[in-house]
């Protein structure tokens, strides 16, 4: 099973982007898809997260602005990211976990920048 992010980029504040998340292969189960972001010299953050049964948190800098999605037919998380800043700047990683395994993707670069 292989996670593959999309859709990030480049991004003036205040802007906005789509972040996508599909898995490949067979994968059942799925209890739990998440979205981490990582910085230089930091660790990676936990971001937001959907049950499923479509609960959804998020970390306290992203309530508001980010709404966290799932299509489980698809297998898909995505991340819709409004208002944009620049401490949103990094290496986004999805995460999902089943019963079976726990899965990570390789990550999307989000660069918020003027």
């Known amino acids: 099973v292989q996670l593959q992010a999309s859709g990030g980029g480049f991004v003036q504040p205040g802007g906005s982007l789509r972040l996508s998340c599909a898995a490949s292969?067979?994968?059942?189960?799925?209890?739990?898809m998440a979205w981490y972001r990582q910085t230089p010299g930091k660790q990676r953050e936990w971001v937001a997260s959907?049950?499923?049964?479509?609960?959804?948190t998020y970390a306290d800098s992203e309530k508001g602005r980010f709404a966290i999605s799932r299509d489980n037919a698809k297998n898909t998380v995505y991340l819709q990211m409004t208002s944009l800043k620049p401490e949103d700047t990094g290496v986004y990683y999805c995460?999902?976990?089943?019963?079976?395994?726990?899965?990570w993707g390789k990550g999307t670069l989000v660069t918020v920048s003027s």
């Open positions: 959907i049950t499923s049964g479509d609960i959804t």
């Open positions: 292969g067979s994968i059942t189960r799925i209890n739990i």
């Open positions: 995460h999902f976990g089943s019963d079976y395994g726990v899965y």
